[in-house]
DNA sequence: CTAACATTATATTGTAAGATAATATGTCTG
DNA sequence: CAGACATATTATCTTACAATATAATGTTAG
């Protein structure tokens, strides 16, 4: 449970304004899928279009926004780009994703 | 660092599809900030509409969306409705975004 | 220059946000 | 139990934004 009294209400809106602007990015399914295939590794367009069956024209649309967004980084390497996720917070959330949506035991014990 | 090793792509597609669900309904300021809210305590309608200087009317649409995504339960008393946070999961998300949004020490070591 | 890889531009559609007004639900009092 | 008030929800409308598909353009290697 988080403690947030030692915030004010001006605070919470602004690290909430942070939070919402990722979270907007998140909640989209393809491109949750390609962060979670980047959390893994680094992978160029044409791997995530054969992994994920996403045409590339929507592919690269969808990676610009993650690039505008600053939640992946990029490398040239001859004709390929390679993408890789570039924020540990974003990485941290994956991780929290994944063990609440992708583990077989939710969990009580 | 997920382990998604032993999911295929449709059952990828179907976890994503329930996360992005409710990163849909957290990547909106205001809900966010009243699930963070009601992480702290079951709180009434009045309390929220004080608390984080929403009008009524638009506080309880919002309301109305956490309620038919099911991620707030409610209760009533009298006159007033008491909310809470009713998916342990979402709790769980809550205190993830807390630690990486609002902790002093974003955390190196 | 051509082929492969990737991004950008454009147009259409659909969906969410936000404001205001109207309605419901419950309590209390006379 | 009627009437008035406080609390909360729903309906409606307008605006703005995100999604999707297609077409056009850029970039690099051979």
Redesign the pocket.
Known sequence: MPDTAHLDINQMRERAGEATGVL?VL??E?RLLLLCQLSQAEL???DL?QQLDI???????Q???L?REGLVA?R?E????YYRVGDDRVLALLQTLYELYCQPHEGTS
């Open positions: 907007r909640a989209h393809d160029c367009v044409s279009e045409r590339q024209p929507s592919l690269s649309q990676l610009g926004v690039r990029t040239r001859g004709k390929h780009i």
